[in-house]
């Protein structure tokens, strides 16, 4: 009797010691985790040198994706994919409408700057808290069904809010002009500008615009504020995000993906667990939204069309559906692809083969051209295509594959010169 009360404190230490090694990281992180963190705000603050490889006078500047409206693109559509992951990646659930929350977000940020303030903050909060209370309306109507009547209902809310927002709405959207700030608008907090004077989106009266460019030889690096702001956005809502896929409500979310029908058995109702993170997906959409407000003051219908909805899908299923760092690394593929890509016109191309015979050179300018430029979804088509037929868990995926590869190659060495040691000795 005496062994087992010495025992039993110990056996109960040693599953409690385990929980806490997988849980008691760093800023409440697993050690994997916070190495993941770690990496994302590497990269985030080092874009600027990252992204610019190449020196400005060389061919390959073409390349180059480090100036402030990029970088910006870069997270902000990080958010946007981040929060889409929640929602498909942890419960299944397929939206196809989720630029709504983009478009409502957007146009929620420019009113508070319109009617509140210049500064960023409130009109990031209004972005959200809108984008949310939408979400809300919408999730609670559509998460009546699954599947793909569930996608096809998000898809309809979309184009409706789109319709409303390119014409009936008109006095609240611009329609298909957009809104944009005005030196009139009669902001509360702020007062209105002087006549003629341009509104600027600010925080706490640093410019959104305002930059910094470091020069070193031919090399130029940007450092921007607004990308910062940004960038410091993006890295609290990867933070957040990991700390739902680890909670005992990202686990519940996972349930509902595996089998919601045992899930029922069980007496707990996936509904209220579904429609949160629906509202959660939808608030990281508000806050992209927000965040492109406070980058470009202008809001257009076409951020709620049907196109952009489908980007967001493709930039999680690329990066990795259900990974952490998957949606980061699609949105910014995609974002490259879309910048960089397209603009590589039919002069660029013979420049860079200018150096090939005339015939050699036409036949290979002819024969990449239709990738480039205007073709450039031609290109990343392919890719998609790539990725989901060799790389189901997309690009994260790819990765781990490579490092395994590097992995076997670090433990094969030691066996194998062990083994050529006794070959040796054996011939001796």
């Known amino acids: 009797m005496t062994d087992q009360t010495q025992q039993a404190p110990g056996a109960a230490a040693q599953p409690r010691r385990a929980q806490t090694a997988n849980t008691g990281g760093a800023?409440?992180?697993?050690?994997?985790?916070?190495?993941?963190?770690?990496?994302?705000?590497?990269?985030?603050?080092?874009?600027?040198?990252?992204?610019?490889?190449?020196?400005?006078?060389?061919?390959?500047?073409?390349?180059?994706?480090?100036?402030?409206?990029?970088?910006?693109?870069?997270?902000?559509?990080?958010?946007?994919?981040?929060?889409?992951?929640?929602?498909?990646?942890?419960?299944?659930?397929?939206?196809?409408?989720?630029?709504?929350?983009?478009?409502?977000?957007s146009y929620a940020g420019i009113w508070s700057m319109k009617l509140l303030t210049l500064n960023v903050i409130p009109s990031i909060i209004a972005s959200m808290v809108v984008a949310g209370l939408f979400a809300l309306l919408v999730g609670?109507?559509?998460?009546?069904?699954?599947?793909?009547?569930?996608?096809?209902?998000?898809?309809?809310?979309?184009?409706?809010?789109?319709?409303?927002?390119?014409?009936?709405?008109?006095?609240?959207?611009?329609?298909?002009?957009?809104?944009?700030?005005?030196?009139f608008d009669a902001r509360i907090l702020d007062g209105a500008l002087e006549p003629g004077q341009t509104p600027r989106a600010s925080l706490f009266g640093l410019d959104m615009a305002a930059s910094e460019t470091l020069r070193f030889g031919?090399?130029?690096?940007?450092?921007?504020?607004?990308?910062?702001?940004?960038?410091?956005?993006?890295?609290?809502?990867?933070?957040?995000?990991?700390?739902?896929?680890?909670?005992?409500?990202?686990?519940?979310?996972?349930?509902?993906?595996?089998?919601?029908?045992?899930?029922?058995?069980?007496?707990?109702?996936?509904?209220?667990?579904?429609?949160?993170?629906?509202?959660?997906?939808?608030?990281?959409?508000?806050?992209?939204?927000?965040?492109l407000v406070a980058m470009d003051t202008q809001v257009g219908a076409e951020r709620m069309f049907w196109t952009a909805s489908g980007e967001v899908v493709l930039m999680t299923i690329l990066g990795g559906a259900g990974t952490l760092i998957g949606p980061i690394l699609g949105a910014g593929f995609i974002k490259y692809f879309e910048n960089i890509v397209s603009t590589i016109n039919k002069s660029t191309l013979e420049g860079w083969f200018s150096f090939l015979p005339d015939t050699a050179s036409d036949i290979v300018v002819t024969l990449i051209y239709p990738f480039v430029g205007k073709g450039w979804h031609l290109t990343l088509g392919l890719l998609f295509m790539a990725v989901v037929i060799f790389l189901p868990g997309g690009l994260v995926q790819g990765t781990q594959k490579i490092a395994t590869v590097f992995r076997r190659d670090k433990k094969a060495e030691p066996v194998e010169s062990a083994a050529a040691e006794q070959r040796k000795s054996a011939e001796d």
């Open 27 to 105: 800023l409440g992180l697993r050690k994997k985790d916070f190495a993941i963190f770690l990496l994302v705000i590497a990269l985030t603050l080092f874009a600027p040198f990252l992204l610019n490889p190449f020196p400005g006078n060389s061919a390959m500047a073409q390349f180059n994706a480090g100036y402030p409206d990029l970088m910006q693109r870069f997270v902000i559509f990080g958010i946007f994919a981040i929060g889409f992951n929640i929602l498909f990646g942890l419960t299944g659930y397929l939206s196809f409408g989720h630029a709504a929350f983009l478009g409502v977000g």
């Open 140 to 183: 609670y109507i559509s998460l009546r069904r699954s599947g793909i009547y569930f996608s096809i209902l998000t898809l309809a809310f979309a184009m409706m809010s789109f319709a409303l927002a390119y014409s009936v709405l008109t006095p609240i959207t611009g329609g298909e002009t957009g809104m944009q700030l005005q030196y």
């Open 218 to 291: 031919a090399w130029s690096f940007t450092f921007n504020v607004g990308y910062y702001l940004a960038g410091f956005m993006m890295l609290i809502a990867f933070y957040l995000s990991i700390r739902i896929f680890n909670s005992p409500f990202g686990m519940m979310l996972r349930a509902v993906k595996s089998n919601q029908n045992r899930l029922n058995y069980t007496g707990i109702s996936p509904k209220p667990y579904t429609l949160a993170a629906f509202v959660i997906s939808g608030m990281y959409a508000g806050l992209a939204g927000g965040l």
